[in-house]
């Protein structure tokens, strides 16, 4: 059985950190692609970073490039999002995914709100 589990979201001040942690199990975590991404209310969910199977290669969107670093330990089956200088408009439910060919896994989300 497949499961993305996301964790590390809530309620951080303007300017703060998050370190978002999506833990995989059910599949080789180690051949797939790993991605977040978020969705705000009222928006079409957006792609902000995705890292290659064996984290060669990242990719982060350029409105949120300088703010975000992904990683993975394929040792853990776990990928991170450490995001930094919060913004308010950076608040979303934020999901984890795991893409290899046409397979094509999702988590539940964890939400990130960004208020003072």
């Known amino acids: 059985q497949v499961q993305l589990v996301e964790s590390g979201g809530g309620l951080v001040q303007p300017g703060g950190s998050l370190r978002l942690s999506c833990a995989a199990s059910?599949?080789?975590?180690?051949?797939?692609?790993m991605r977040w991404y978020r969705q705000a209310p009222g928006k079409e969910r957006e792609l902000v970073a995705q890292i290659t199977s064996a984290g060669y290669s990242t990719y982060y969107a350029d409105t949120l490039k300088g703010r975000l670093t992904i990683s993975r330990d394929n040792a853990k089956n776990t990928v991170y999002l450490q995001m930094n200088s919060l913004k308010p408009e950076d608040t979303a439910v934020y999901y984890c995914?795991?893409?290899?060919?046409?397979?094509?896994?999702w988590g539940q989300g964890t939400q990130v709100t960004v208020s003072s």
């Open positions: 995914n795991a893409k290899f060919g046409t397979l094509n896994y």
């Open positions: 059910g599949f080789t975590f180690s051949s797939y692609s």
